[in-house]
């Protein structure tokens, strides 16, 4: 690590190198799990960038920096932080090339160093200037036509029988992002209880983004860990599991309707608060015990009178946000009541808003439109755990969900955590896909060609054809970055997008009127190209052959408008599992699809999908962080310690309760 003090050039570059070393073990189809152990003996086995970078002790405040910038782009996204780490250092690395170079022609500067500083930082504004301007129109244009887009519909259907039904594409998507999150194995697991968990979340009459930032938003409150079980005994059950256990007796009628009330303050009146003080009549001593007699028999009788009430009213299950006193227990179990203390605002408030109700304060102002009337109330079994758990009555505003909890099994705790951590951001994926991008309609014209319904290109060993798909991916007839676009994934968004870049710099270099750089547009062409490099890593020749099968396309039918997938085929005999997933040295191939034509069994073997949308905010975050570092010119020490990265660490962490004197220094290796 370089002295603090001034830096250069190559010390950002450096810093960079150092994490993008650590996320290459785990990217790409042929990446494995990450193994972090502490001095202390604790272990975390994870595959997501985030959580290896945040999990990191990290001393340079370059390095910090850059994971701050990917901590926040992966919260917005869910996804994307190890490819954001190898287009930063790819960028860099490019930057720092022409830097160097235009630095030894110029005299404007005291020293080459400062040149060269100057210049990256020249380039790295102009390429954040070219991002917020030209990449989405670019992307509507170049990539885009290639893709598909997949339907909010697709989730209304029974996931019982997935090669029956709509939701294949859908399923594709999430199967890629858990592959490259959890690995292979239970990827499609995970896709289709994800798929299943959203079908019932669909309100009536309201926007994809909508039933989606709602679960995403409630998250923690709709799932429940449960260790010691394999991962697929995950499910779903109906209603919404409460984490606290019943403080009196449960309901013995525990499928008949109940009534239930959520309160946020104590049961019992209450005249005084903290540091409040009582002044009593200076009567003598049995005057005094005499008014004590009657401030707690006139407290006594409130009570009753609440809990008499809330009888009246039939309300016979209370969920309250605080601990109720002895004698609101006590009364509550004589009258047949069962009570639920401590419970989380979030679990409060997700009940209250499937219910209808409104919490309340002072029970003594309880009405009708406080009282929620539940299916159920009984206690569950979880694990080693014993919870509360609801069922809600059917109402018109509720006629397409079905309220579900989802339960999350794993051996271990680190495990449930991996997995709920995946959960969770598959779905804010998702609802970053089907966002509006606010991109502008696109003036770009390009020629009219001749429908072309076939296209064959050969080479040794790998053949390209054209078929037509009859899937839920429907090819997008508008160059608009509409909601829910995707692309095929392993590189597909890169290698298009890198072709389109190439010719839109070659048009601005003919061009003298256009006020673009054409050097930005090849400089970022380039850096993109490092993904499938990577993705490819194994095989060089396979991603050499791939770019030029896709530019060759491509240039041909500049006005083709169906999805591409790219796959991979293998010349040996493969078992079934291996057929369903990118797994082992295989050979890749490009398909054209279309409706018309049955699913070929190649394209069973693709890598699935991913989102435009996604891609777009990841390249403007990677940008933006280039611009940000290269703005440091000096970085001065300090004798307070800052604890910005500690914090980070403990919303990802699940050792988050501790504090960072007793966390321990992480070490890493990679299972193979």
């Given amino acids: 690590m370089p002295p603090l003090g001034h830096l250069h050039m190559e010390h950002v570059l450096q810093a960079v190198s150092v994490l993008e070393a650590v996320i290459l073990r785990s990217f790409g189809p042929e990446g494995g799990q990450v193994l972090f152990t502490r001095d202390t003996g604790q272990a975390m086995l994870s595959r997501s960038g985030t959580r290896i970078l945040t999990a990191l002790h990290l001393e340079h405040p370059l390095a910090r920096m850059v994971v701050e910038c990917v901590w926040k782009h992966s919260s917005a996204t869910g996804d994307g932080s190890k490819t954001f780490i190898l287009l930063l250092a790819s960028l860099l690395r490019l930057i720092h090339a022409a830097a160097s170079k235009a630095s030894n022609v110029s005299h404007s500067y005291s020293s080459t160093k400062a040149a060269e500083a100057a210049t990256a930082r020249h380039l790295a504004d102009k390429l954040l200037a070219f991002g917020l301007k030209e990449l989405d129109e670019l992307i509507a244009t170049g990539v885009v036509p290639y893709g598909g ?3 909010w519909e697709d989730f209304t259907v029974e996931a019982q029988t997935p090669s029956l039904t709509n939701n294949l594409c859908v399923q594709k998507l999430l199967r890629s992002f858990f592959h490259t999150r959890c690995g292979y194995t239970h990827c499609d697991f995970s896709s289709h209880l994800t798929c299943e968990l959203l079908s019932h979340w669909k309100f009536k009459n309201q926007l994809p983004s909508f039933s989606l930032q709602l679960v995403s938003n409630y998250f923690p409150a709709l799932h429940t860990p449960v260790s010691g079980f394999p991962v697929r005994s995950s499910r779903l059950i109906e209603g919404q599991v409460i984490h606290r256990d019943f403080a009196t007796p449960p309901l013995k009628t525990d499928h008949q309707p109940v009534k239930a009330v959520v309160l946020t303050g104590s049961l019992q009146p209450t005249l005084l608060s903290t540091g409040d003080v009582l002044e009593l009549g200076y009567g003598g001593r049995m005057k005094e015990e005499r008014s004590i007699l009657h401030f707690s028999s006139w407290m006594e009788s409130s009570l009753q009178g609440v809990i008499a009430k809330l009888q009246t009213l039939g309300v016979c299950v209370l969920l309250s946000a605080v601990k109720q006193s002895a004698a609101v227990l006590a009364l509550a179990t004589q009258a047949e009541m069962c009570l639920v203390e401590c419970v989380s605002e979030d679990e409060l408030s997700l009940f209250s808003q499937l219910s209808g109700t409104t919490p309340i304060w002072d029970c003594s102002m309880i009405e009708s439109e406080h009282v929620a009337t539940l299916a159920f109330c009984r206690p569950i079994q979880l694990g080693a755990h014993r919870y509360v758990h609801v069922a809600f009555q059917d109402s018109e505003e509720r006629i397409t969900i079905k ?11 680190g495990q449930i955590e991996q997995y709920a951590c995946a959960l969770q951001d598959a779905i804010c994926m998702l609802l970053r896909t089907w966002e509006p991008m606010h991109a502008a309609a696109t003036t770009t014209s390009k020629s009219t060609l001749q429908s072309h319904k076939s296209a064959s290109l ?3 060993n790998l053949t390209e054809q054209t078929t037509y798909r009859s899937t839920a991916i429907q090819p997008i007839q508008k160059c608009v970055l509409k909601p829910g676009c995707v692309i095929s994934a392993g590189g597909l968004f890169e290698l298009l997008l890198h072709y389109a870049l190439l010719q839109h710099g070659h048009s601005c270099s003919v061009s003298p009127d256009l006020n673009i750089d054409a050097s930005v547009s090849q400089l970022l062409a380039n850096a993109l190209l490092s993904v499938p490099q990577k993705i490819y890593s194994h095989s060089p020749h396979h991603f050499l052959e791939s770019q030029r099968r896709v530019i060759s396309f ?3 039918f500049p006005n083709y408008s169906h999805p591409l997938s790219l796959v991979y085929k293998r010349e040996n005999t493969i078992s079934p599992i291996q057929a369903e997933g990118p797994l082992g040295d295989g050979k890749l191939s490009l398909h054209c699809c279309r409706e018309g034509d049955k699913l070929s069994k190649v394209s069973e073997l693709d890598l699935g999908l991913e ?10 975050a990677v940008l933006q962080c280039v611009a940000s570092l290269l703005k440091v010119d000096t970085i001065l020490p300090t004798h307070t310690a800052l604890h910005t990265q500690s914090r ?6 699940w050792e988050g309760t501790e504090d960072e004197g007793s966390r321990g220094n992480w070490s890493l290796s990679q299972l193979p």
């Fill in 554 to 556: 491509v240039s041909k």
């Fill in 403 to 413: 309220p579900c909890s989802l339960i999350i099994c794993a051996p271990g705790e």
């Fill in 648 to 653: 980070r660490l403990a919303r990802t962490s």
């Fill in 458 to 460: 050969h080479t040794d």
């Fill in 611 to 620: 989102s435009v949308s996604c891609k777009y905010q990841l390249l403007l």
């Fill in 149 to 151: 887009c997949i339907s």
